[in-house]
């Protein structure tokens, strides 16, 4: 008999020094959490069984996340809840989960529907002098933006800016907004000369078509 | 330059601006589950643990964890980890003047009144150097002032301090629990370094170099211990409640669980069997509540039982059994070191997960005259057996592990391995066909300090060559993998292994040279140390190839480890004249240990000990 599953959506952060750790070794993290916070969760069948862990969009080594999404699915659960609280408390530092979401188990994978992402740059020491505004001129007035990716490929940065603009709420930091899921703004920087390990780099928010 | 202090917050800044281009970033950063942070400014004694490799070998060194969890129960004691940093990162550090700091509060490695370095083995030497330096704290222990931490080295490789007595303020010999809340009560009254360091020294177990003339281990002052008697804990305390978890990979990425400690066997090329005595076993109940406890402390998906010898466990079948039958179905698997090949048996081999792909046996030698020289005497028809038992349930893949250059050994047993090897492989043949896959390790025979072959010579660079050709051509197009440490290798660890204090000044030249990461193959520079035996006018070979004579005074004879000199001795002539001496467990031999320690054996084991 098959087992009955749940599924749920988790929205959570990701901070401070945890951002360097990949996300490989995440999803390691996520499977031991829950262990300890005593959900069981499924896994696939087969020789090698896997935790069934579906993340959104995986997020580069060294950027923060603001509201990453992430599918679990789940046997045994009592009351077919899950509360944030239940897990927080055992996730390492850095991980925080701010909301839970039962979905559909039909529903399609996340990936397939993200709509954009919008990041923040932010400079680490606010007394270096960088011409933040400087690059969203030179980001505007480019005609292509081509980035050579460590595999070799090249790939134009340029037609997936959808905007990029100073954030009101924070000083020394900038907005930028990307379609799909693929822009990198350390690519961006890189392009235009900065070195990004002078900047945190925080995924904002994660938009999905209505589908997703 | 480095400077010794900085604040938490410039070392984090400096983080945030540098890791993004580090390899491996996460090694460097910690917050890992169920680390201990305590309020720094109201703990009056902190040390650094440190391990001298990289955060993933560091941080899978159980003995460090232990200490760490003991330590910080104390009220007033605090403890965190550091480790070596890699070139690029110790490249970032130096050219922003960064020095080493603890991975938990950030703080520099400088400003803890302790600096507690674990040494298990000799390669480690000059990453201890750079450690030290990395830290701002003076690599010299004469060098040091009032303000710098007391650097205390423990682990396998201080039961020859000599080495590196020069830069060691303490060595604490043998087990390491216990002693070092002890140290830390000493260093809590605040006193002078130098009487901080009198009163150490008065501790059974602490070796204070500074107490000690290095030509006749003289005494001053006069609390000072000669020999220095290793510390046993005649009870396994309780293995660490909250065992920290990695973020990232590590080498050994699960809940280990130490499920005794020694091993009665006397191998006797074996220096941990010997300097390990008595065997002590953790009560099976005891190993069962930490499991339980574990798993949802850490989250780990698999179980790894520790001991140099966990099939001689008394409750072995009814651990594994119990371990299986509670935990398979939350898909956590179990995985045992190698298992002695006279221990098989179905039961056990059915509760073995078998996803695991490789299983280990360590024969050592393949020539009855061998086997009988070293105290290993498994007989080719029960390794065939044995084999022929784990293709039959299953596994394609069998690891096994030979000495080479042992006192004594011919080419003719050389060459026995080479066919061993090959009756192996038909075997895995018969039962799986072609997805049976051998892989053969060679080990060269390092004589160590405290075994029955302390006084031998270490063979030849030539005969280990030759050796090394007769098992290459020998397994060559036979689907045989084989591997073995460069000879490089070897000749390192078997220079400092028995090196005495002269050797300091030549490891500090190594360093100085660039010496650093030697445990790793392909970083280690053999030329560099010539270079530096050579300016220090020693002959490395002296320590390493030089047949002792057994009435020398041997630079670690000052260290008493419970089995007595005699008894090596009696145990050397009986390998040279193809003698065994039986487990004792069934048969006491007289070792020393029960003596020394005022305790019986058996006590410590089975059912007197609770284990089953």
Redesign the interface.
């Known amino acids: 008999m098959d087992q009955i599953e749940y599924r749920f959506r988790l929205n959570y952060s990701k901070h401070s020094f945890i951002r360097f750790t990949s996300i490989l070794d995440i999803q390691k993290i996520w499977e031991r959490s829950f262990r300890r916070a005593g959900i069981k969760l499924s896994y696939s069948k087969g020789f090698h069984p896997q935790a069934k862990i579906q993340q959104a969009s995986p997020l580069p080594l060294g950027f923060c996340g603001d509201d990453e999404v992430l599918d679990i699915w789940v046997e045994e659960i009592q009351g077919n809840t899950i509360e944030t609280d239940q897990i927080n408390s055992f996730l390492p530092s850095g991980l925080e989960i701010h909301q839970i979401t039962p979905i559909d188990l039909s529903m399609p994978s996340l990936q397939q529907f993200i709509e954009s992402s919008d990041y923040s740059i932010s400079i680490i020491d606010p007394a270096a002098l960088i011409p933040l505004s400087s690059l969203i001129d030179d980001v505007n007035m480019a005609e292509q933006i081509l980035f050579m990716k460590h595999n070799g490929k090249k790939y134009d940065l340029k037609p997936l800016i959808q905007s990029i603009c100073f954030n009101v709420e924070e000083g020394s930091s900038l907005l930028v907004s990307f379609s799909g899921a693929s822009g990198r703004p350390d690519h961006l920087l890189q392009y235009f000369n900065l070195d990004p390990s002078q900047f945190i780099i925080t995924r904002k928010k994660i938009h999905f078509t209505d589908h997703g | 330059m480095i400077k010794k202090y900085a604040t938490p917050q410039e070392i984090t800044?400096f983080?945030?601006?540098?890791?993004?281009?580090i390899k491996k970033?996460?090694r460097?950063?910690?917050?890992?589950?169920n680390?201990i942070i305590k309020d720094w400014n109201s703990i009056p004694v902190k040390i650094a643990l440190a391990f001298p490799d990289v955060y993933e070998i560091g941080f899978s060194n159980l003995g460090l964890n232990i200490l760490y969890e003991e330590i910080n129960r104390e009220s007033n004691f605090l403890a965190e980890r550091c480790f070596s940093v890699w070139n690029d990162m110790e490249q970032s550090m130096r050219a922003s003047g960064i020095p080493l700091y603890s991975l938990e509060s950030k703080h520099p490695v400088s400003e803890f009144n302790v600096l507690g370095i674990s040494l298990p083995y000799e390669t480690l030497y000059t990453n201890t150097l750079n450690l030290l330096d990395l830290s701002g704290i003076p690599i010299y222990r004469e060098q040091r002032e009032e303000t710098d931490p007391l650097v205390i080295a423990g682990g396998h490789a201080t039961f020859n301090p000599a080495p590196m007595s020069a830069f060691m303020d303490a060595f604490v010999i043998g087990d390491g629990e216990t002693i070092f809340v002890k140290i830390l009560q000493i260093v809590s009254e605040k006193l002078s370094r130098e009487k901080t360091l009198e009163k150490i020294s008065a501790l059974e177990s602490v070796y204070v170099p500074s107490f000690y003339d290095p030509r006749t281990y003289f005494l001053s002052p006069e609390n000072s211990r000669n020999p220095i008697k290793k510390n046993i804990v005649e009870q396994l305390p309780p293995a660490p409640e909250k065992p920290l978890?990695p973020?990232?990979?590590t080498t050994h990425n699960r809940i280990a669980v130490e499920v005794m400690r020694g091993c009665s066997h006397g191998c006797r090329f074996c220096q941990a069997g010997f300097i390990t005595r008595p065997v002590r076993e953790r009560p099976l109940n005891e190993i069962l509540t930490f499991l339980h406890n574990a798993?949802?402390?850490?989250?780990?998906?698999e179980i790894s039982l520790l001991s140099l010898s966990i099939s001689d466990y008394s409750a072995i079948q009814e651990l594994v059994s119990r371990i299986s039958s509670a935990y398979k179905s939350?898909?956590i698997n179990l995985s045992l070191p190698s298992l002695r090949i006279e221990s098989f048996s179905d039961e056990l081999m059915q509760e073995i997960d078998q996803?695991k792909g490789n299983f280990t046996l360590a024969p050592e030698s393949a020539s009855e005259t061998m086997r009988r020289s070293i105290n290993k005497p498994i007989s080719e028809d029960a390794l065939l057996e044995t084999t022929s038992f784990i293709f039959q349930k299953g596994w394609t893949s069998i690891k096994l592990y030979f000495l080479i250059g042992l006192p004594g050994e011919t080419m003719d047993d050389v060459q026995h391995i080479v066919d061993l090897c090959k009756k192996v492989k038909a075997v895995g043949k018969k039962w799986v066909g072609g997805r049976a896959r051998i892989a053969v390790s060679i080990n060269t025979f390092i004589p160590k300090c405290h075994t029955p072959f302390q006084w031998a010579a270490m063979d030849s660079v030539e005969n280990v060559a030759q050796k090394h050709r007769i098992l290459r051509e020998g397994l060559q197009k036979t689907g045989i993998r084989l591997s073995y440490p460069s000879i490089d290798t070897s000749l390192l660890e078997g220079w400092l292994s028995r090196a005495d204090e002269a050797v300091s000044e030549v490891i500090y030249t190594a360093w100085e040279k660039g010496a650093c990461f030697d445990a790793w193959q392909d970083n280690m520079d053999l030329n560099r140390w010539k270079e530096a035996f050579e300016e220090k006018g020693i002959d490395p070979f002296s320590y390493s190839h030089r047949l002792r004579s057994q009435d020398e005074n041997l630079p670690w004879d000052f260290i008493d480890t419970g089995v007595s000199k005699t008894y090596l001795k009696e145990e050397y002539q009986k390998s040279m004249d193809g003698l065994l001496t039986s487990d004792c467990r069934f048969n006491c031999h007289a070792c020393g240990i029960q003596s020394a320690y005022h305790i019986l054996c058996r006590d410590l084991v089975g059912e007197q000990n609770g284990s089953n």
Not at chain 2, 28 to 33: D, M, N, S, T
Not at chain 2, 295 to 301: A, E, K, L, N, V
């Open positions: 800044t983080l945030d601006k540098t890791l993004f281009n970033p996460g460097y950063v910690g917050g890992e589950f680390q978890v973020n990232i990979e798993i949802y402390q850490t989250g780990y998906d939350l898909n996803r």
